[in-house]
């Protein structure tokens, strides 16, 4: 699992979010056995997971630039 986890880390958030959509759509769609289900499952736990770590990535760079830019507003 260790190994899939770091393939899922060097996807982007575009890339990872795309997967998470195709497999959310063969879950709700595709009827598959059991072992299959439980490893999409997974899978797309996984690149959630990923994702919200993205984007909490990018919220605390916007948070920091906008608060670093109004100071500089402010300041002057």
């Not at 598959?32 to 899978?43: A, G, I, P, S, V």
């Not at 670093?68 to 300041?75: A, Y």
């Amino acid at each position: 699992m260790a190994k899939k986890t770091d393939a899922v880390k060097k996807l982007t958030y575009e890339q990872a979010l795309l997967e998470l959509e195709q497999i959310v759509d063969a879950l709700e769609n595709d009827s598959k056995d059991l072992r299959e289900t439980l490893e999409q499952f997974e899978r797309g736990k996984t690149l959630l997971q990923h994702c919200q770590k993205l984007l909490q990535g990018a919220d605390l760079k916007v948070r920091q630039l906008t608060e670093k830019g109004l100071q500089d507003f402010v300041g002057k």
